[in-house]
């Protein structure tokens, strides 16, 4: 009977030691599978992270192409607008030439005026130039010229041409004191 008991609580214990060790399997085997579903859920996120950078890479790469290519084609625009700009100023120099303005000149019949052949016209209200000493701006005053109302004074005659060349010497050697008085170099 003995061997019996013995046996009865070896069973017993064995039953309670199985049904101890029945929960902690479920136990391990809960965590084993939360573990490895973790671990897929971790995978995922880091491949779906991926996965966004690479279509955020993908976008700007070809928003940047983009902007290049357009760049391109406004650079390829600019030097077209360069070339039509360098053309048309050489079309404007040619136009502007002495020699061309001249031609067109004498083909529509104009000639070159002569001293005799030139009138001055005085308009009345019209400001007229003022020396530093109060008179007339011209040729024989230096100084600064101011703008005045018009005078009443008649219409002086234009001023005669130099005939001596002294007094073209005296006329540049008063200019050029004047401008040695203002504090004005040559």
Known sequence: MEEQRQHKTEHRSQQTGEQRREPQRDVRRSLAWLTEAQAALGWGVILALVALLGAVYLYQTSRIAGAGREVQGLQNELDDLKRENAGLERQIAEAQSLERLQAEAVRLGFVRAQ????????????????????GQFGPATFGPATFGPATATPA?????????????IWLALKASLGDLIRGEAP
């Open 115 to 134: 001293p005799e052949d030139i009138e001055y016209l005085v308009v009345s209200d019209y400001p007229q130039a003022v020396g530093q000493d109060g």
């Open 156 to 168: 002086a005659a234009p001023p005669e041409p130099i005939q001596t060349m002294d007094e073209a």
